[in-house]
């Protein structure tokens, strides 16, 4: 750990180097961030570095430009952590990469209503995050149905909007509390807000698809076991081949050399002989 001075090295926490949007909700940035960890992270920085960057997910973080879902490709810039003056803090300079939740104003979402109130419909997206449609957004193309707990459009009796239902809705707005966002919407959408249902046919039709893929997908995996397990046994083959011809290469050359040795034992003699 070294000790410096940096006034102004903290100013910026997150610095986003590269940005690739990937559909009209999600974008995926790599960013250089420099992390205050605690001094009790110095036994394990590598541990307290990624217990950090989980902290920040599904939170709000305005330098990235949207609320964090997963990061990777974590990489350290410095071989080295810093402290600053009499901060206790140990600054750690990393590179990663966010994939951000980041829905604009004026997108059409869709969601699944979660609560249905005489004020207000609530709706989660993604099934994590909230939106709201206030009612002077509703009114007067829906109203309030008290006894049926939902929101009914006012021509068409078919469109309602109660717990359960997938609608469409129009991005208006996002609002923050704690770094936990909420988004605000209206019903300025065409064509119709409420999605129809599903049949139980429907349903069915859908489950079998899943399955059938399911099953091809399992076919497609047990197959390409089956050819890695072909290919291995095919290599263990040649390896055992190759360790015979080895051996017999091995063996040919040491009876050669046994038999040469026989030759020399022989000419000795024969040798002292004649000397003789």
Excluded at 122 to 130: K, R, S, V
Excluded at 141 to 156: A, G, K, L, P, R
Aim: charged fraction near 35%; aromatic fraction near 4%.
């Amino acid at each position: 750990i070294k000790a410096r001075s940096d006034d102004g090295a903290m100013k910026a926490k997150a610095q986003v180097k590269k940005e690739v949007a990937v559909n009209h909700l999600f974008k995926q940035v790599r960013a250089k961030l420099i992390l205050k960890l605690l001094p009790a992270a110095i036994t394990d920085i590598k541990s307290a570095v990624k217990k950090e960057l989980a902290s920040m997910l599904l939170k709000l973080d305005p330098c990235l430009g949207g609320v964090p879902i997963t990061f990777s490709n974590l990489r350290y810039l410095e071989s080295s952590s810093s402290i600053f003056e009499d901060q206790p803090h140990i600054h750690v300079s990393i590179m990663a990469n966010f994939l951000l939740f980041a829905p604009k104003v004026g997108q059409v979402l869709h969601g699944v209503v979660n609560n249905v109130a005489d004020d207000a419909v609530g709706i989660l997206i993604l099934d994590t995050f909230n939106a709201t449609i206030p009612r002077e957004e509703l009114e007067p193309s829906f109203q309030f149905d008290s006894e049926q707990t939902s929101w009914t459009h006012s021509s068409i009796q078919s469109q309602k909007m109660a717990v359960g239902k997938e609608i469409k809705f129009r991005c208006v707005g996002i609002k923050t509390t704690d770094r936990v966002i909420q988004v605000m919407g209206d019903i300025g959408v065409d064509p119709p807000i409420v999605m129809e249902s599903k049949g139980e046919d429907g349903k069915k039709g859908e489950d079998g698809k899943k399955g059938g893929s399911s099953k091809g997908k399992v076919k497609e995996e047990e197959e390409e076991a089956i050819g890695t397990e072909e290919a291995g046994a095919k290599a263990e083959q040649k390896g055992k081949k190759k360790k015979e011809e080895d051996g017999k290469k091995g063996k040919g050359k040491k009876g050669k050399e046994i038999e040469k040795d026989k030759e020399e034992e022989s000419e000795g003699p024969k040798k002292k002989k004649q000397k003789k």
